[in-house]
């Protein structure tokens, strides 16, 4: 993914999840392998990010979408008409429109997305925040590399 800042560009290689999410079991903290998920969440966290921001650019472009029809749909209503129609009545000509419908639909949807996107997201950030206050508690040095797991919630880590 190329990001542009400013005039400087960046390439970014994320990642998508290569599986089906469990979002209850992400969301819950394995304290059986608690090492495994203070090393592995933070690529997790970034990857939620990226499905939010994803979601985020559906719904604006959806509803881009939308203000773009309504505007060409009621400059056509009035150069058609021969009396200048009221807003009300080119309100009500659109709401009665099929396409708009369908796109009206699309936002909705795309906006439904978002949200549940927003609530796994920071309920992921707060997850993140336990683990960071539980990782201060930790002595690593007690753990033994054996017993630490190399893949959590489908990411797999080098330990």
């Known amino acids: 993914m190329e990001i542009k800042i400013g005039d400087k560009s960046y390439d970014l290689v994320i990642e998508d999840f290569n599986e089906t999410i469990d ?25 939620l990010g990226k499905l939010l921001a994803d979601a985020e ?10 203000d773009v029809y309504e505007a060409k749909f009621k400059e056509n209503q009035r150069n058609g ?40 997201f920071w309920s992921a950030k707060d997850k993140s925040n336990m683990l960071q206050k539980l990782s201060l508690t930790i002595n690593f040095g007690d753990y033994d590399d054996k ?6 919630n489908s990411i797999t880590k080098n330990i």
């Open 23 to 47: 979002v209850d079991n992400l969301l819950q903290i394995d304290y059986s392998n608690v090492i495994g998920e203070i090393l592995c969440f933070p690529v997790i966290l970034n990857k």
């Open 147 to 152: 017993i630490i797991l190399k893949s959590i």
């Open 57 to 66: 650019y559906t719904v604006n472009t959806n509803k881009m979408l939308m």
């Open 81 to 120: 008409a021969t009396k200048a129609p009221s807003v009300e009545q080119l309100n009500n000509l659109l709401d009665a429109d099929k396409m708009y419908g369908v796109l009206r639909k699309k936002l909705i949807e795309s906006q439904r997305t978002r949200d549940y996107m927003n609530s796994v």
